[in-house]
Nanobody, 118 residues
Framework: QVQLVESGGGSVQPGGSLRLSCSVS????????LGWYRQSPGKEREVVAE???????DYGAFVKGRFTISRDDTKDSVYLSMNNLDVADTAVYYC????????????WGLGTQVRVLG
């Protein structure tokens, strides 16, 4: 069972920056896909960014170059650097792990709140 613990959320002004961290309970070198998702009240959870073990990354269309996902195998952590935040980015941000490329279990953290003050 992979455990994920997010941190780094908070309240910022529009245009501000935050860096989210997700600490993973095991060696992330063995986890195929790590990602960040978000969910706002009344909306479905959506993908923000994903990164696999081979260096591939992908972002939601709304990111538009503002966010960067990174994996640090030495710290068993995945990060999301967010710049130029907008009120529309207000949401709970969740870390997600998909250990196997071929199906299998998916694990979620409990989330961290990001609030961009409007």
């Amino acid at each position: 069972q992979v455990q994920l613990v997010e941190s780094g959320g908070g309240s910022v002004q529009p245009g501000g920056s935050l860096r989210l961290s997700c600490s993973v309970s095991e060696d992330i070198g063995g986890i195929y896909l790590l990602g960040w998702y978000r969910q706002s009240p009344g909306k479905e959870r959506e993908v923000v960014a994903e990164a696999d073990t081979y260096g591939w990354t992908d972002y939601g269309a709304f990111v538009k170059g503002r966010f960067t996902i990174s994996r640090d195998d030495t710290k068993d952590s995945v990060y999301l650097s967010m710049n130029n935040l907008d009120v529309a980015d207000t949401a709970v941000y969740y870390c997600r792990a998909k250990p196997s490329r071929l199906g299998g279990s998916i694990y979620w953290g409990l989330g961290t709140q990001v609030r961009v003050l409007g």
